[in-house]
C-alpha cells in the first residue's frame, strides 16, 4: 500500500513539475515579448518597410535605367577630374584597362532601401524620420560614390585584387556605413 501511494504520488508530484514547467515556460516567455515589445515592434515595421520598398523595386526595376546612367556619369566625370582618361556609354565606363557596368547595386539604391527602413521603422517623431532620410539618403550616395571611385582605382592600378575589393572589403564596409549613419542619426537627431 505504501509503495503504491509513494509510486502515486511520485507521478502526482512530475505532473505538477510537468505543468509547473509548461506555465513557466509561457510566462518567461510572456516576460521576453513584454519587455522587448520597442524591438519587436522596430523589426515588424521594418519588416513591413523593407516588403513595401522591394515590391516597388520590382514594380519600377525597369524604369531605373536613368538612376544607374546618372551614377556612371558622375563616376565618369569625378574620374575625369581625377585625370584618369574614360568614356561613358550609358551605364558601361571604359577606363584604359577595366570597363565597369553599373548595375542597380551599384547604384546604392539598395543600401538606401535598408537604411530608410530603418529609419522608419525607428520609434521617433516623423519630422525626426523626414530629417533622417533627407540627411542619410544623400550621406550613403555620396559614400557610395566614394566606393565606385576607389573601385576604379583599384581596376586601373591593381586589376588582380578587384574582385576582392569589390566583392568582399566594399560589402562589409557598405553595411558598417550604414550602420553608423544610422546610429549617427539616432545620436544627433533622435536623441536631441
Known amino acids: 500500500m505504501a509503495k503504491k501511494r509513494a509510486k502515486k504520488n511520485q507521478k502526482s508530484a512530475i505532473k505538477d513539475k510537468k505543468i509547473a514547467s509548461e506555465t513557466s515556460f509561457k510566462q518567461k516567455l510572456t516576460d521576453k515579448i513584454t519587455n522587448n515589445k520597442s524591438i519587436l515592434k522596430f523589426a515588424g515595421l521594418y519588416i513591413f518597410y523593407i516588403g513595401i520598398f522591394t515590391l516597388l523595386y520590382i514594380t519600377f526595376k525597369d524604369d531605373l535605367e536613368f538612376f544607374r546612367n546618372i551614377t556612371a556619369d558622375g563616376l565618369s566625370a569625378i574620374l575625369g577630374m581625377f585625370g584618369i582618361q ?3 556609354f550609358g551605364s558601361v565606363i571604359h577606363l584604359e584597362t577595366i570597363s565597369l557596368k553599373v548595375i542597380d547595386e551599384c547604384t546604392g539604391i539598395y543600401e538606401l532601401l535598408v537604411y530608410s527602413g530603418c529609419v522608419l521603422a525607428y520609434s521617433t517623431t516623423f519630422d525626426k524620420k523626414i530629417y533622417g532620410i533627407a540627411f542619410g539618403v ?3 550616395l555620396s559614400i557610395n560614390m566614394v566606393r565606385l571611385v576607389c ?3 583599384v581596376g586601373v592600378w591593381y586589376p588582380a585584387i578587384f574582385d576582392y575589393v569589390h566583392y568582399y572589403l566594399w560589402q562589409v564596409t557598405l553595411i558598417l556605413i550604414i550602420v553608423l549613419v544610422t546610429l549617427l542619426w539616432i545620436e544627433k ?4
Open 86 to 88: 574614360n568614356s561613358v
Open 151 to 153: 573601385l576604379a582605382f
Open 138 to 140: 544623400p550621406a550613403i
Open 189 to 192: 537627431v533622435v536623441k536631441r
